[in-house]
T-cell receptor, first 113, second 113 residues
Framework: AQSVSQHNHHVILSEAASLELGCNYS??????LFWYVQYPGQHLQLLLK??????LVKGIKGFEAEFIKSKFSFNLRKPSVQWSDTAEYFCAVLGGSQGNLIFGKGTKLSVKP | GAGVSQSPSNKVTEKGKDVELRCDPISGHTALYWYRQSLGQGLEFLIY????????KSGLPSDRFSAERTGGSVSTLTIQRTQQEDSAVYLC???????????FGPGTRLLVL
């Protein structure tokens, strides 16, 4: 069965620090990858996605992710975080037999002002 | 346009009672998914509908759970004889087509006392 691993449970950063959240997936074939964000009290929102093409994907709010097939990774990055980026971030692969998403456990990001 | 909506937003019930959760997908989206988000289990997939049909119900946690979709639109998730372990946030997502990008609703927070 496919799985997604997010290495960091909770990351604490100061504003303007750079961010990289790790995500590894287990599936070796063609993958469709996503990062979703859940701000406090809000629903899951799509941050960015990779289906094919350029492995460097740009999303909303200055986030980007790089698909590295040889490392089975899809890490999320942002050069300079803001307090408003405080949220929980979920990596997911579209890999279930019914087109469902398989999620990582999530990484909680706290940004100190 | 309107996103995915779910009702109720919160539901408190007593153990043993039945509950019904509703999902209204984005108009025109043929694929609909139910997920459950809980502290211990993270985000887990429950069931998928393509149109009104759910080809595989094996993701439902027990036979107390059932779901239906009518008119290719609204879906209801029913939990009979609720148990405390059913307490979670139940999320609905829809996509234009199977294996497409999924957009999530705000969820229904269920608390079983």
């Amino acid at each position: 069965a496919q799985s997604v691993s997010q290495h960091n449970h909770h990351v604490i950063l100061s504003e303007a620090a750079s961010l990289e959240l790790g995500c590894n997936y287990s599936y070796g074939g063609t993958v469709n990858l996503f990062w979703y964000v859940q701000y406090p009290g809000q629903h899951l929102q799509l941050l960015l996605k990779y289906f094919s093409g350029d492995p460097l994907v740009k999303g909303i709010k200055g986030f980007e992710a790089e698909f590295i097939k040889s490392k089975f990774s899809f890490n999320l990055r942002k050069p300079s975080v803001q307090w408003s980026d405080t949220a929980e971030y979920f990596c997911a692969v579209l890999g279930g037999s019914q087109g469902n998403l398989i999620f990582g456990k999530g990484t909680k990001l706290s940004v100190k002002p | 346009g309107a996103g995915v909506s779910q009702s109720p937003s919160n539901k408190v019930t007593e153990k043993g009672k039945d509950v019904e959760l509703r999902c209204d997908p984005i108009s025109g989206h043929t694929a609909l998914y139910w997920y459950r988000q809980s502290l211990g289990q993270g985000l887990e997939f429950l069931i998928y509908f393509q149109g009104n049909s759910a080809p595989d119900k094996s993701g439902l946690p027990s036979d107390r759970f059932s779901a239906e979709r009518t008119g290719g639109s609204v879906s209801t998730l029913t939990i009979q004889r609720t148990q405390q372990e059913d307490s979670a946030v139940y999320l609905c997502a829809s996509s234009l087509e199977p294996y497409g990008t999924q957009y999530f609703g705000p969820g229904t927070r269920l608390l079983v006392l």
